[in-house]
């Protein structure tokens, strides 16, 4: 092992909330700041186009590309759970959707004893970071690095949807970010000109030469090392050699839902039983780390539609090479548009503080509904066979709770994963009310033009019974797991209301893994705001 190199600040993971780190720690030149990334520089261009998203999730490429265990819930199916694996983590290979959450949600965190978490807390810090485009208001910021968009799609079918929400009784809603979240509308995206705007392309591009600011990638943290109960470095193996790195101050571990509590598990920090179930030495018995998994669940309904007007025309492969070489050297064109662009944010059920139940609306078929898709050069086919329309559709509050744990205490081996979707009876009956106000949605005239045969679930699945058979056999991911090293003063609690893990000094966690609750909706925006609210109690601290 080499000799150990002395900074003031490591953080481990360049994800969404690390990037921002890096930047705001390193901004003080007295301050010798590490940032440790397992995976490789993001230098694949096609990874910058945001219509590719799709087809490029499901590569290895920037992606740890992990699987639950059998999910006891879901018919024991192992579902992919790909988190980013490059500068920039996630961001790099998500939906780009800009959504914070809801006002209630950090409420609820401050009413839990947290102090510094209420929605008046963290909105100047969402603030801060954001560089909206078209918005600069009390609750938007123009001048941030993290540079945010209006929808930029024009399909028509968009505008159908939110209609048809209107005649469904509906509000619309021109800002869920704004005053209020409920409604239809068009999402905000993490998108510049044309291109995919990550946290490393907002937040860490721009400072890498600072002198003060060492970037490390291929570095896989194995360890963090403690000793008299204070985090003194990290242990990491860079292309086939093992290093170790110092903090004089503090070790910020940002490696996410999954990494984060991995590396705590892995370094004797967490619950004692398990820890010795795989001969990992304790450090600090902490029963909380891994556990109090969320996720949001969803489910794909599909419908035909009758007239040529949605994505598909757009993404034949003929078309596609074209596109992305317009995306490339123009930013403009399909390819530069996430197809998911509009949704809604509503209630189940009156008496409700806030929505929830969230929906995501594509102008075309969603494969992940196993459904059979025909040729796309075959030109005698009926409209119907190759064009329809997707919605997404679950509940933004689970109750079922999962976990993280050690499957060995090698490194290398990925870690025990299982979120237990719909474990909670709760969830379930959320999800059924949810498909039913869906179908009465596009039941409404502004889809008769348009509305084919549903696909899926069918119209032959409509009983409660029916549906939950249904669900369990095809639910999946929204891919937004938080919660693994939640925040607060209870006994399972990992870290405090400043991210200080409990019982060790000189370590924080700073990314979604801290939410005691998961927010309603994606959840980027809101890890990028724990990054900002993490350097501001560092700094803080240090000056004081």
């Not at 966690?509 to 005691?516: L, T, V």
């Amino acid at each position: 092992m080499s000799h150990p190199e002395t900074f003031d600040y490591i953080i481990v993971g360049a994800g969404s909330a690390g990037c921002v780190l890096a930047n705001r720690l390193s901004a003080d030149p007295s301050n010798r700041v590490l940032l440790l990334e397992a995976g490789e520089r993001d230098g694949n261009p096609l990874f910058r186009l945001p219509m590719l998203m799709g087809k490029l999730f499901q590569s290895g490429i920037y992606n740890w590309h992990y699987h639950t265990d059998p999910e006891p819930y879901l018919n024991d199916r192992s579902l992919y759970w790909p988190r980013g694996k490059a500068l920039g983590g996630s961001s790099t290979i998500n939906g780009m959707i800009y959504v914070r959450g809801n006002r209630h949600d950090y409420d609820r965190w401050s009413q839990l004893g947290l102090p510094g978490w209420s929605y008046e807390d963290v909105l100047p810090a969402f603030r801060r970071s954001e560089g909206h485009i078209q918005r600069d208001d009390e609750y938007h910021n123009g001048k941030g690095e993290l540079t945010v968009c209006r929808a930029r799609g024009k399909n028509m079918l968009h505008d159908v949807f939110v209609e048809a929400g209107g005649e469904a009784g509906y509000r619309s809603n021109d800002d869920f970010n704004g005053a209020d979240q409920e409604g239809f509308g068009r999402f905000d995206f993490t998108i510049k000109d044309g291109k995919r705007w990550s946290t490393s392309y907002a937040f860490l591009r721009p400072v890498m030469s600072r002198a003060n600011l060492t970037v490390e990638t291929e570095a896989h943290a194995k360890r963090i090392v403690v000793e008299n109960g204070r985090a003194v470095g990290i242990e990491y193996s860079q292309r086939g050699r093992e290093r170790m790195a110092h903090a004089a101050r503090e070790v910020v571990v940002a490696s996410g839902t999954v990494n984060s509590p991995h590396l705590l598990l892995l370094s004797g920090i967490g619950p004692e039983q398990e820890l010795a179930e795989h001969g990992v030495p304790i450090v600090h018995d902490l029963p909380g780390v891994g556990k109090n998994l969320q996720d949001h669940v969803d489910c794909v309904m599909v419908w035909e539609c009758r007239k040529p007007v949605t994505l598909y025309g757009d993404l034949r492969a003929d078309k596609l090479v074209l596109s992305v070489i317009q995306g490339m050297l123009f930013g403009s064109g399909v390819v530069t548009t996430f197809p998911y662009e509009s949704g809604a944010f509503l209630k189940s059920r009156a008496g409700l503080d806030a929505p929830d139940i969230q929906l995501h609306f594509m102008p075309a078929l969603e494969k992940t509904a196993n459904l059979h898709f025909p040729n796309p050069f075959k030109k005698k086919q009926a409209v119907e066979a190759n064009h329809g329309f997707t919605l997404r559709v679950g509940p933004v509050n689970p109750e079922s709770r999962g976990e993280i744990k050690l499957r060995s205490a090698d490194p290398a081996d990925k870690p025990s994963i299982r979120a237990n979707y719909l474990q909670s009876d709760f969830d379930l009956r959320t999800m059924i009310a949810g498909i039913r106000m869906t179908r009465e949605i596009i039941s409404q005239k502004a889809f008769d033009p348009y509305r084919g045969n549903e696909l899926a679930p069918g119209p032959a699945i409509d009983d409660d019974a029916e549906l939950e058979n249904w669900l369990r056999a095809t639910a999946m991911t929204t891919f937004h797991p938080v919660g693994t090293c939640k925040m607060g003063n209870d006994p399972m609690a990992v870290v405090d209301a400043r991210l200080k893990v409990h019982g060790i000094d000189g370590l924080r966690i700073a990314d979604a893994s801290i939410m005691p609750i998961i927010s309603s909706g994606n959840t980027n925006a809101p890890a990028i705001m724990i990054g900002e609210r993490a350097s501001d109690f560092i700094l803080e601290e240090a000056k004081s």
